[in-house]
């Protein structure tokens, strides 16, 4: 049975348990930072019983480890936090790829969605330093106290 956990450093491991006459034991198939399928290859090569790449990927994602998806998505980030930044592609390729995307079944983009695309291709260091600076933002921030008497007539509840 193979799971993932996490190593020192910020790494991590997927490891394979096995019972021997002296307990349980694992051992390490593959380290990692960000699980992708080359480290899958690598785990499936050095496992004793078959691994299922869709049950590693959850496993990673159980154990808070970064899951890299494929080509297609790293490159999609790409584009997306160029477009954000106002890089555009030429007509024709723009033309090309709304032809490529289009579905049937196609749902609208949220603004906020639109605007969380800049972030597509961010670094989770990237991500992390954006988020110190906005919990700094909020502490300085200065408290409000609401005053002990209100200008606004009491509201009363009647009975029924």
Known sequence: MAFV?????????????RSTPAGPRSRTLA????LDAETIEKARARAESPLDPEQ?????????????GGDADRVSRE???Q??????PSPMLRRLLLDALESPQREPVSDAARAASEWADATAGERGETLVDLLR???AVPLRRRPATSDFPRLASRGA
Request: proline fraction near 2%.
């Open 31 to 34: 380290s990692f930072k960000e």
């Open 56 to 68: 590693l990927r959850r496993a990673a994602l159980r154990a808070g480890a970064p899951v890299a």
């Open 83 to 88: 477009l954000a930044r106002g890089n555009e």
């Open 137 to 139: 933002l909020a502490d």
């Open 5 to 17: 956990t996490s190593s020192k450093r910020g790494h991590f491991e997927i490891r394979e348990s």
């Open 79 to 81: 584009l997306l936090a």
